[in-house]
C-alpha cells in the first residue's frame, strides 16, 4: 500500500461524542483511534479530540472526533 500524506483523504467526518458524565465517552475515543481501554480513566475537562483513517472501498474516510466533558446539572 503507498504512503498517503496525513491530510490524503477521500471523505472528513467530524463527530462530537455528547453525554452524561461517566458514560464512557472518552473510552468509546480512545478504543476507536488508539485501541486503547481502561477502566481507570478520568473525567475530561474541556474538550479532547483525535482522528483515525479507515480504508473503505478504495476510499480513505478521515474521522476527527471531538469528546466532551460530561453534561452534568
Excluded at 6 to 32: A, E, P
Excluded at 51 to 64: E, F, G, L, N
Amino acid at each position: 500500500m503507498a504512503y498517503r500524506a496525513d491530510d490524503d483523504y477521500d471523505y472528513l467526518f467530524k463527530v462530537v461524542l455528547i453525554g452524561d458524565s461517566g458514560v464512557g465517552k472518552s473510552n468509546l475515543l480512545s478504543r476507536f483511534t488508539r485501541n486503547e481501554f481502561s477502566l481507570e480513566s478520568k473525567s475530561t475537562i474541556g474538550v479532547e479530540f483525535a482522528t483515525r483513517s479507515i480504508h473503505v472501498d478504495d476510499k480513505v474516510v478521515k474521522a476527527q472526533i471531538w469528546d466532551t466533558a460530561g453534561q452534568e446539572r
